[in-house]
């Protein structure tokens, strides 16, 4: 069963540096600049766990046009659940959610967890509000 901690939950701690870890392995794939402990404190952010494993992170912002962007990073071989943790956090907001992504095996995750190609690298899930 798939558990979630966000940063204030006491757990959190028990997986913060294999987390961090993980983001500043993959940061370069997933272009974004900003420190670990700035995206825990300055985003909408989930941690996810597998029986007490690190599936990965999925993390909500705001940008400077008001619209929800998410972006996230996880371990290898996990994409069945990964695709879980996806949807899953989807439900979480009542707004259309975009995101970008780098490359193909990000764009395949958004595609199959119902996002729609907007721009060449943009997608949109929209709520249909």
């Known amino acids: 069963m798939v558990k979630v901690l966000i940063p204030r939950d006491s757990e959190f701690c028990l997986y ?5 870890n993980l983001y500043e392995k993959v940061q370069h794939k997933i272009h974004d600049t900003n420190t670990f402990e700035f995206i825990c404190a300055n985003t909408f952010f989930y941690m996810f766990l597998d029986d007490n494993k690190l599936i990965g992170a999925i993390y909500y912002f705001v940008d400077e046009e008001g619209k929800l962007f998410l972006n996230g990073f996880a371990n290898r071989k996990m994409h069945k659940l990964n695709l879980e943790c996806l949807k899953m956090s989807l439900d979480w907001f009542n707004t259309d959610i975009y995101a970008q992504s780098q490359n193909r095996a990000s764009a395949f995750c958004l595609l199959r967890c119902g ?3 907007s721009k060449e690298n943009l997608f949109v899930f929209k709520k249909g509000i």
């Open 16 to 20: 913060k540096n294999e987390c961090k």
């Open 115 to 117: 996002f729609k190609r």
